[in-house]
């Protein structure tokens, strides 16, 4: 009982997961700095938001439902720091593992969402009204080939728990080789998750100034802002396990820095992307996503289904 | 041809080139000679004609007598914009520019300065 | 019966407003995502300028209207400059001419790479705007070595300019002019090739060349459409008649031919500068410029990088100006922005307010439009103002002689 508290709360659960979404965030904004030819903020700046913000007055509009606008952050905390527990990090064991809890982690990391949209809803501001609705519609374009990414290397594996794909994988390592247009897709579709450019559109700072966290302040926009460093870390972990299996089978310590490097790639390959497209318009997102990721996505199913069929695994 | 990502390579590179910006205030960017910072007063040219308090185009400069032929120059530096018409009009060169600007208080009325020699270039024309 | 109005949105964009560097306020009506109407109120930032120079000598105004505006201050200055000179009649020498063209042709540089790095960041392109604002360091810390400060140059005099550049100032612009046009190089393959950029510039903000026409835009949101007039080449001013230059044009009539047209402009800047240092004159800098300047009225423009600048000086042989009147170029383009947004989606709205390269702090000045429907109106002048002002509050028991004096006493201590 007390090792399940501690390791839920400490280690690998709520405690680490806030550090090591304080440090993704300084290395994203310190990377970007430095491939925008600047110096950037000092590395302390992700803490030193997060003080700054827990030390002020939290102001809501007269018409704003105060109550479900504060319980957003707390909810999309919530679900970010649970799915985090079916991951499978420096073994192939997750802390916790049944049938089917892939689905539950894509579940939970969609609730972020709707608690964005929920929360700017019931601000009543008409910017955060825009952002809502933009973070809902966002929703629809890259939910499905996120979705059919994640699921294409299951069909091959012959199982939806987590860990013992990853097991299956490190097993037959050349088998991943099969998901790369996967590993894509799924890259594309998370950065259209944590709202990054060029898919930051329900955030678009020169349009709608912050979207649904325009009307937040305070310790629950220090939250939000938390929570969607804790998601980045969250959904890396994710494609991680899911498309890169090395290192799970060689001891903790192997396992431990392979796991380190793997995030480090996948915060590194976001960043990139941000640092060199502009932002998109809705419908030419949604266009994107429909015309383009979908279809791939598709074509990596069909791609594990036949190899399922002539490999005989 | 269009394609996405055309700033890539340009990225790239400038992992491994230095940043373009400075610690300010860390480390601080020195001023060209021209650079038109606050204003310094030689008291022993000045012969208390006014013509700078008649051309400021923001009556930030006083010149008030202290003694005979002895003038003091007292400065607004909040009123002043650094335009050095002060500078041009006085025919004796009594006033010059330094390269100072830091400037900032947060008490309005230590702006008000009496201006010294501090400087002791005169003016690049 | 069913509302066509009921799902339609007020946003106000503006007064204050991420999108905009400046305030002004555009409420847009919002059905979905696009918008339906747009309606504009400016004069969030007038500051009496115009005024100001009324109670002011010429020298004194102009530093004034230097400051109209930080990033085309030369271009208010010297067109206030040359109004006065046409007014006094000076010929001032040649050299002063070249210098003033040089500083001109090195502030567009600045202002067009900050509007590059402006319309970067309204589409969420971080990294153009970072990128662009480095290389506008180059030319701002050129500026400061040559004229003593980054923006507000004070380079302009009655008469002709006050600092001159020795040979190591060619030196270094030249070889300054050599590396910005290396990087402009760089932005036109990027402008041309990079496909979000297209995604979001091309098909935005539709201006035809009779909208064009109608809507009095000026500038390169004009040459964009096709309308050929620069009034560097039609009407030239200081030393422009003697370079060799294009007027840069474009028929795609939207954001993207705004940008070509932009980017265009600093490569014959560039071509420009270099023969600028190449046939500079010797000579005198400045001519003597009387104080009390003879009465008269006189109208000068200027190619700001944002459009045609029209300035109108009216003197009474003090030395102090009678009127001074300001046309600003973003004003002109204003009006063609309403047109541009209508049945567009929200997410347009900040490139194409951008577009026009608004400088809101130059646009508020005074107008009054006169329909001709009001009877009894008369154009009054200040003085009559001043006593129908004192008049008014005497009648409500407000002594104005009392404040007058002490207003008197502090003036006298200045001048």
Redesign the interface.
């Known amino acids: 009982m007390l090792t399940d508290l501690f390791h839920i709360a400490i280690f690998p659960g709520f405690l680490f997961l806030v550090i090591s979404g304080f440090i993704a965030e300084t290395i994203d904004r310190k990377m970007y700095a430095r491939l925008q030819n600047r110096m950037g903020p000092p590395w302390f700046q992700p803490v030193a938001d997060f003080l700054k913000l827990i030390g002020k007055e939290e102001l809501y509009p007269c018409e704003a439902d105060v109550p479900v606008v504060r319980l957003m952050p707390i909810v999309a905390l919530t679900c970010v720091v649970t799915a985090f527990l079916y991951i499978p990090l420096s073994g192939v064991k997750a802390l916790y593992s049944f049938e089917g809890d892939i689905i539950v982690i894509i579940y939970l990391l969609t609730i972020p969402t709707i608690s964005y949209f929920l929360g700017g809803w019931y601000s009543r501001s008409v910017y955060s009204m825009l952002g809502a609705v933009r973070a809902i519609i966002q929703l629809f374009a890259y939910e499905v080939p996120l979705f059919l990414a994640i699921l294409a290397p299951t069909i091959l594996a012959n199982t939806w728990s987590l860990s013992r794909m990853a097991e299956f994988y490190s097993q037959h390592p050349l088998l991943c080789c099969f998901n790369i247009i996967g590993f894509m897709i799924s890259i594309i579709s998370l950065m259209g998750k944590l709202e990054k450019t060029p898919f930051d559109i329900p955030e678009a700072e020169t349009e709608i100034v912050a979207g649904s966290f325009t009307e937040y302040s305070g310790r629950m926009l220090a939250l939000f802002k938390v929570s969607i460093n804790v998601e980045t870390i969250v959904g890396a972990a994710l494609v991680a396990a899911v498309f890169l299996p090395f290192g799970f089978n060689s001891g903790w310590i192997i396992g431990s820095v392979s796991f380190v490097l793997k995030i480090l790639f996948i915060i590194f390959l976001m960043t990139l992307i941000r640092t060199i497209v502009a932002r998109l318009r809705i419908d030419q997102m949604i266009d994107l996503c429909w015309r383009f990721f979908a279809p791939f996505a598709l074509l990596q199913v069909l791609i594990n289904l036949l190899a399922k069929e002539f490999l005989s695994i | 041809m269009i394609r996405p990502g055309k700033a890539l390579k340009m990225v790239l590179e400038y992992i491994f080139k230095k940043p373009a910006t400075i610690n300010y205030p860390h480390d601080k960017a020195a001023m060209p000679p021209k650079f038109r910072g606050k204003l310094s007063f030689d008291a022993s040219k000045c012969v208390g004609c006014k013509m700078c308090m008649k051309d400021c185009p923001s009556g930030a400069i006083t010149i008030k007598k202290v003694g005979e032929k002895s003038f003091q120059a007292e400065m607004d530096l909040a009123k002043c914009i650094y335009c050095a018409q002060c500078v041009d009009s006085c025919f004796k060169k009594a006033l010059s520019i330094s390269q100072e600007f830091e400037l900032a208080q947060i008490d309005r009325k230590k702006l008000v300065v009496l201006l010294d020699n501090s400087n002791a270039e005169s003016d690049k024309k | 019966m069913h509302d066509p109005h009921a799902g339609d ?4 964009v503006g007064p204050q ?3 905009l560097k400046e305030p002004e306020s555009f409420l847009l009506t ?1 059905r979905g ?1 696009k918008i339906t109407s747009v309606n504009i109120r400016l004069g969030y930032n007038h500051r009496g300028i115009e005024k100001a120079c009324e109670e ?2 010429y ?3 102009m ?2 209207i230097e ?1 109209v505006c930080g990033i085309c201050s030369h271009s208010h200055s010297t067109a206030f400059v040359q109004a006065v000179e046409e007014i006094a009649g000076l010929e001032i020498p040649k050299r002063a001419k070249h210098i003033r063209t040089l500083i001109a042709e090195l502030e567009r540089i600045h202002s067009h790479l900050l509007w590059l790095g402006v319309a ?9 705007l ?2 662009t604002w ?1 290389d506008r ?1 180059i030319v701002m ?1 050129l500026l ?6 980054r923006v ?1 140059y ?1 380079i302009n ?1 009655i008469g002709g300019v ?3 550049i020795s040979k190591v100032d060619y030196a270094r612009i030249l070889k300054d002019v050599d590396s910005l046009e290396e990087r402009t190089k ?1 932005y036109i ?2 402008a ?9 510039l091309s098909g935005v903000g539709m201006l035809s060349k009779e909208n064009a026409i109608k809507y009095s835009a000026v500038g390169p949101t004009a040459r964009a459409s096709n309308v050929n007039y620069d009034v560097r080449k039609h009407d030239p001013y200081a030393s422009y008649g003697e370079l060799d230059f294009e007027v840069m044009l474009s028929d795609k009539c939207d954001v993207y031919g705004r940008t070509l047209v932009r980017v265009g402009e600093l490569m014959e800047a560039y071509k420009m500068i270099r023969q600028l240092v190449k046939s500079m004159p010797e000579g005198d800098i400045t001519v003597k410029a009387p104080r009390k300047i003879p009465a008269g009225e006189a109208i000068s423009r200027y190619e700001a990088p944002r459009g045609e600048d029209v300035h109108y000086v009216r003197s009474n042989g003090t030395d102090k100006p009678e009127r001074v009147k300001i046309r600003p170029p973003t004003l002109a383009n204003l009006q063609a922005v309403s047109h541009m947004l209508e049945d567009r ?6 490139i194409v307010i951008a577009a026009i390269d608004p400088c809101f702090s130059c646009t508020d000045r005074m107008i009054s439009i006169d329909h001709g429907a009001r009877k009894g109106a008369k154009t009054v002048d200040w003085d009559y103002l001043r006593a129908y002002g004192i008049e008014h509050y005497k009648k409500s028991g407000i002594d104005m002689d009392k404040l007058n004096r002490k207003f008197e006493s502090r003036m006298s ?3």
């Open positions: 949105v007020k946003v106000p407003h991420p999108a919002l995502e002011r000598t020298i004194q105004s530093y004034i400051r970067g960041h309204e589409i969420g392109f971080d990294t153009l970072m990128y480095r360091e810390d400061n070595a040559i004229s003593g400060n507000n004070g005099t006050r600092r001159d760089y393959e990027l041309k090739e990079e496909v979000t950029l297209h995604k979001r989606y929200l997410a347009d709205m900040p201590k200045v001048c």
